[in-house]
């Protein structure tokens, strides 16, 4: 068994964006990238099915936003041997209270990856000059590592 990630998003909750995701940038404010950026905005809006960004706060949306948080969906997986790849194509620093490319953050595969490492699960993660794992294993090589297994 294994599982490849390819631009991952941490969790849809984005509430999680701002005190997990992206907790290492200074002054990085979720809803200042919603106010911010249209692009970011529409996906909210996708996302919870409103352009309401209070509904975050409400205890009728807890569930929801439980039910899209990947990170809670990889502990269901046990342990599962993980390949993380977060290309160098996406923006990682904050422009105008708001990350470009927030969606595809490579702060999402390293969430990601922190999150596998604090439960002893086995991964390899490329993530934007974040991390870059020292076995140099491509995504081709993982899979057919774990075909052949």
């Known amino acids: 068994k294994a599982i490849?990630?390819?631009?991952?998003?941490?969790t849809y909750d984005y509430l999680?964006?701002?005190?997990?995701?992206f907790k290492v940038i200074p002054d990085y404010s979720i809803r200042k990238?919603?106010?911010n950026n249209t692009a970011n905005k529409l996906g909210f809006d996708r996302t919870y099915g409103t352009n309401n960004f209070d509904i975050l706060y409400e205890?009728?949306?807890?569930?929801?936003?439980?039910?899209?948080d990947i990170l809670k969906h990889i502990e269901t997986f046990g342990g599962i041997e993980t390949f993380i790849?977060?290309?160098?194509?996406?923006?990682?620093q904050v422009v105008d209270y708001t990350i470009?490319?927030?969606s595809h953050s490579?702060?999402?595969?390293?969430?990601?990856?922190?999150?596998l490492d604090g439960k002893g699960t086995p991964n390899i993660a490329y993530l934007n000059g974040l991390y870059q794992d020292p076995s140099g294993e491509t995504e081709n090589e993982f899979i057919r590592r774990k075909i052949d297994e």
């Open 4 to 10: 490849t990630l390819l631009r991952p998003q941490a």
């Open 16 to 21: 999680r964006w701002e005190e997990d995701v």
């Open 33 to 35: 990238d919603y106010e």
């Open 59 to 68: 205890n009728s949306i807890v569930e929801y936003r439980n039910s899209v």
């Open 85 to 92: 790849n977060s290309p160098d194509t996406f923006y990682t």
């Open 100 to 102: 470009p490319d927030i």
């Open 106 to 115: 490579p702060f999402h595969g390293q969430t990601i990856k922190n999150y």
